[in-house]
């Protein structure tokens, strides 16, 4: 009897495939029979789903999806929407997690992205996606996607966890505010919105004249607060505005470091010495304890 299915065509299509096979063995043991098959129609499935991560992403990274149209002739309002019907998902988080597979494959040169390939079409994507951050940090995608196929998954997420949060031998700490950054990022509700925030760090490093994206978010929040209380109020009271004709004044251009309630030069805010109630660790991020 044959243990598995053929990517061979038949007639009657894949059901009569699959009725054929089972058809093979006894009625005693259909169960047997039918556990067979799905692990055979996985075997002949996953591969391409894995190929669909990888062409996914390059879609994404050279926004090629903005050039393509729905079947009515209609185009794609977001990214989003594209990746969602064409990948045939309901949720945006789940593509996201496709995307990240194809960028991790992209990291790495054949021939020994096709052995990753091979080897995430093993284990599947579901627990593939939970090895993308170990893989893509410590470059080392055997023993972890080795693991995906031997542990529970919540087993598997506390091992990723730990060694993403631990210092991995031969290379340097997380920059200080990094867990910071990364949490931003990971609440973005597309990636536009991720490149969009990357972009606000990369700026802010250079303006700011420190790369701690704490110090760079409060920066940040300086410069527009005092141009936003303004609007604000004006918004508030339209009608006095408009009664005593006064000429509202222009947005007040906040220069670094500078408070705008005060006119007053502020030194640049040192990360370091940013308590707000909380300790701070070595590596300047709130929340850490000593």
């Not at 054929?20 to 169960?31: E, W």
Request: glycine share 8%; proline share 8%; aromatic share 8%.
């Amino acid at each position: 009897m044959s243990a598995t299915l053929t990517n061979d065509a038949v007639p009657g299509g894949p059901w009569a495939a699959v009725a054929r096979f089972i058809a093979q063995y006894p009625t005693g043991s259909r169960a047997e029979a039918l556990h067979l098959a799905l692990q055979s129609l996985r075997a002949r499935v996953e591969p391409d789903r894995v190929l669909a991560c990888e062409l996914a992403w390059e879609m994404h990274t050279h926004g090629y999806w903005s050039q393509i149209r729905r079947p009515d002739g209609g185009a794609y309002e977001t990214e989003e929407a594209y990746f969602r019907d064409v990948l045939g998902l309901a949720s945006w988080r789940t593509a996201y997690k496709r995307l990240a597979i194809g960028r991790m494959l992209m990291g790495f040169e054949e021939p020994e992205r096709n052995q990753l390939r091979a080897a995430i079409a093993a284990v599947g994507l579901a627990k593939a996606t939970i090895v993308v951050p170990a893989i893509e940090r410590l470059r080392e995608w055997k023993p972890w996607l080795e693991w995906a196929g031997q542990l529970p998954t919540v087993v598997l997420q506390e091992r990723v966890s730990a060694a993403l949060e631990a210092l991995p031998r031969g290379r340097e700490p997380s920059p200080p505010g990094e867990r910071f950054r990364r949490t931003v990022l990971a609440a973005m509700p597309d990636i536009e919105a991720m490149e969009l925030v990357d972009r606000f760090f990369e700026v802010g490093a250079e303006v700011v004249g420190t790369p701690h994206p704490i110090g760079i978010f409060l920066a940040g929040c300086r410069e527009c607060l005092g141009e936003w209380e303004l609007q604000a109020s004006q918004w508030a009271c339209p009608a006095s505005s408009s009664a005593s004709g006064a000429i509202a004044p222009e947005p007040a251009v906040c220069l670094r470091g500078q408070n705008p309630a005060s006119g007053m030069y502020e030194p640049a805010l040192d990360p370091a010495d940013h308590s707000e109630g909380q300790s701070t660790a070595a590596n300047g991020e709130p929340g850490a304890q000593k």
